[in-house]
């Protein structure tokens, strides 16, 4: 029998890409696709910018010139392959295992090669687009400094395709294995777990080393070992390894094949063994994967806890807020965020904690009370990252059940309500918290911390509002999984208006500020005045305004809600 | 109870639903019947107020669902053709926030679902996630979820798919009683031989449009059709005697 092409077999997915596309444009989608450009161009310029500089800066450096470039590409390329392992393992699971077409193909007359090579390119193709827009950049930099010509776009193109290949094959390979002992849907929690553990891990880790004591002239005490460290490589059996010497050789006009057909020969070996792998133990690996994730759920303890404290609620909105958190901690996806959560907390605090104004000497006033103002728009930030992983989504998860709420006599308004209380407490604590122990531990004076406080409370209103109403403005009801919601086009628009949001309340609230930190510096008590007031009050109706205002235009986006 | 005046969808230029008007009075079971992409569903779910109408309205009770959703959907039971439910809740919890949906709470709740999962026997599942169910298991979930409220009305699409006989004959049996006891029931279903087992009245769509409604014998003798059966009426009225002959289309 003739066997389909991959094209082929493939071809449900790529065609529901390009109609995706389509519908995009008819959808006046152009204005979403110049936005995206001219944010992702700029980012590429900026990564293009440093790392140019950087280049250009060491190759003017004598003895560790040359060899530091080659030790920040390997360690980029080494990241780049940790990265695409774990986020590999992660979607072969979704692609070779839960994705919707698979009843099909399975079921249809096609070939265990085919299925296994159209999966591995799917799966390639999905987990390393974006570290592969990431590595233009950063390659085009080291073009132009060390003069790579038109010839190295071919050439680095030639060396990045084994080493995504590579990580591809390896992470569906070790998915394979997991499913064949712990059935698919148990994997998927297992691996989000240890996914963002690992992160969070990392992040720590690094944080906690603290790098920056490296660019302090007292760290180099031995230059010698320092070039030693340089010059030993960071992992000779890795590819990364292997694409760097390929292409560092390659720009210093040092050409030597051996990488490069390193490179190959091992990617080609391992897409060998991954198909023997898949051949295999792919069927037994695909039966498990049918079995569900069943638990026997029996306590009611959000019922008697949260339940019991939301008695005085009226039956409907108490039920639809413990719909929620139930929801939100029955799936591991969901709650295992909140590790990572936990993590930039600490890192966030730890960094305050580090920062050089308190050493014995006089305080610097000035400058305690500035990192205490800016620390708003920084906090603000970082509620706004959450508020789009937690809140944003919270819309577009109800997409196939809106049947019910939208069939029922649930008003919408009780639903927004839910959403956005479910949303906002929590998100409330976590900033008064941190802006509570970060002012503390800056040891700011009762105004700044009052002030503080104030305008985090009304800033956190505003954000979940306008996660909750970008959410419903763009929402993504054929997305199960709640992490990628948040990276749509919509998520990049909420973040752009809130940081317009911290940027107006921050300009108000600074006059505020500066008129209290003069007249602190000069001795003099301090004097709320009419100016004041009048600031305060403009930062206060710039969060109201952005708290009322989109939660209204929410509610009338889900009003119009058609399914 | 149910009427739909001059209800017209349309999706971009094309048309799903157009104008149709029709009146279910209260103690029928009401068939709509039709080919697929017929828009029978496009009409169930503008009665359950998912959809908007482009013209027209929809009365339950005498309360426009669009104008007046609340009282009206406090009539109405919605099952849908495709069972999705919330995967990381259990059967009993499900049926305890659709209660809260509409207001209800308390004993009589735990008692209603604790009547119904006994009914559906879906008892020894009731503490299990959903997403542990099988098609059929969710359905009858969702059925019960609709009548959880005692509602007036319920609207059904496509009832019996997914169901084993025991449970499609359960369903066809509470129906009946529904509507003996004064509820009215209007839903879509392909399967000719319970519409004409069920139903008091019917409607054939096509293109959007009722072509034939009444009694089996009004439509019959409209159409001139004597004695046939359902299915060739049905055939006749929606231009599917047409097909080719099966065993031309099977290839054998």
Known sequence: MKQPSLWHVLQPKWRTALQRMREERDRGGRGKLVVLAVVGGLFWLVVFGLLYRILKYLRGVEELGPLIPNKILGLVLLSFISILILSNVITALSSFFLAKDLDLLVSAPVDWLRLYLAKLGETLLHSS??????AVPILAAYGVVYHGGVLFIPYAVLVVAPLLLLPAVFGTGVTLILVNVFPARRTRDLLSIIAIGAAGGVIMLFRIIRPEQLARPEGFRNLLDFVTVLRTPTSPFLPSEWATKAIMGYLRHDFDPLPLILLWTTAAAFVTLGAVLHRGMYAQGFTKAQEGAERFIRGGFWRWTIGGLLKPLPVAKREFVLKDIRLFFRDTTQWSQLILLA????????NIQTLPLHRGEPVGFYYVNLVSFLNLGLAGFVLAAIAARFIFPAVSLEGRQMWLLRSSPLDLRALLWSKYWVGTIPL?????????????LLEVAPFMMIMSLAAMFALTLAISAMALAFGAAYPQFETENAAQIPTSFGGLVFMMATIALLGAVLAALARAVYAYVRGAFEGQAVAIDAGMIFWFAVAAAVCAAATVIPLRLALRKIETFEF | MIRLENLTKLYGSFVAVDDISLHVPRGVLYGCLGPNGAGKTTTLRMIAGILRPTQGRVLLGGDDVHVNPLAAKMRLGFIPDRPFVYDKLTGVEFLRFVAGLYGQEGDSVERRIAELLEVFELTSWQNELVEAYSHGMRQK???????????ECIVVDEPMVGLDPKAARLLKD??????DKGGTILMSTHTLEVAEAMCDQIAIIQHGKVVAAGTVAD?????????????????????????????EVLGA
């Open chain 2, 219 to 247: 439509v019959r003798r409209e159409h001139q059709a004597g004695s046939s059966s359902l299915e060739e009426l049905f055939l006749k009225l929606t231009g599917g005697a047409h097909v080719k002959a099966l065993v």
């Open chain 2, 174 to 179: 509470i129906f009946r009683q529904f509507v």
């Open chain 1, 129 to 134: 687009w974006m570290v592969a827009l990431m």
């Open chain 1, 343 to 350: 993590v930039l907390v600490v890192v966030y605090v730890f």
């Open chain 1, 428 to 440: 409330l604590i976590l900033a008064l918290l941190l802006t509570g122990i970060t002012n503390v």
């Open chain 2, 141 to 151: 979930l969702i059925i019960s979820s609709a009548l959880i409220h005692r509602p």
